[in-house]
């Protein structure tokens, strides 16, 4: 990928996206990635982003659908396969990603964590996931802002559940976390001593 790539990901159609400096998201053209320069004959194709200060990750919600965040704002990137290979949007502002491991996708739904509480997208509108005041107080007020980026979360299938773990002030990795329940809609804390 390019030289100034901040982190790299796979769409659905076999794109690779990679999430560059300045805003900028560029693709390689497709079945080679090593063409990163648009041009007549390829499908590579650069576009920059607008709300935020930098592109932070991103992740497959559906068949020709993809989501990237950046630190304030989701937007979706829906494959045409026209010669713009992508139409993107912002979906909404004001709940970007708190960190590249802070989102996850599961049956047509994202959760993610950002810098105040955790969000909810399926392909409708961007909203709280439920029942999260239960919860937001215990995580933000002990959450080290210094290392937001170690914050992570998982999608466990066995039990339906979303995991996100963060690092707690005076400590140096995650040691606590909280668990929700797609299918109950509650939420639980962790406090596992390390990770």
């Known amino acids: 990928g390019p030289g100034n790539a901040r982190s790299l990901?796979?769409?659905?159609?076999?794109?690779?996206?990679?999430?560059?400096?300045n805003m900028q998201i560029a693709w390689c053209?497709?079945?080679?990635?090593?063409?990163?320069?648009?041009?007549?004959?390829?499908?590579?194709?650069?576009?920059?982003?607008?709300?935020?200060?930098?592109?932070?990750?991103g992740r497959v919600l559906a068949?020709?659908?993809?989501?990237?965040?950046?630190?304030?704002?989701?937007?979706?990137?829906?494959?045409?396969?026209?010669?713009?290979?992508?139409?993107?949007?912002?979906?909404?502002?004001?709940?970007?990603?708190?960190?590249?491991?802070?989102?996850v996708t599961a049956g047509g739904i994202a959760f993610w964590m950002g810098a105040d509480t955790f969000w909810m997208y399926d392909g409708g509108s961007v909203r709280p996931m439920p029942n999260v005041e239960d919860i937001r107080s215990f995580v933000f007020r002990e959450l080290d802002v210094n290392m937001v980026y170690q914050t992570t979360s998982v999608f466990s299938p066995q039990h339906n559940e979303v995991w996100f773990f963060y690092t707690v002030s005076g400590e140096n990795n995650p040691s606590k976390g909280v668990v929700f329940s797609i299918e109950n809609q509650c939420w639980a804390p962790l406090d596992f001593g390390r990770a």
């Open 9 to 21: 990901c796979m769409t659905p159609e076999r794109f690779v996206m990679a999430l560059l400096d």
């Open 29 to 57: 053209s497709y079945g080679d990635y090593t063409i990163w320069t648009p041009a007549i004959g390829n499908t590579a194709n650069i576009r920059t982003l607008t709300e935020g200060t930098k592109l932070v990750s």
């Open 63 to 103: 068949d020709f659908v993809s989501l990237i965040w950046t630190d304030a704002a989701l937007y979706r990137f829906q494959y045409t396969g026209t010669t713009y290979v992508y139409n993107s949007s912002m979906v909404a502002k004001d709940c970007g990603l708190i960190s590249p491991g802070a989102a």
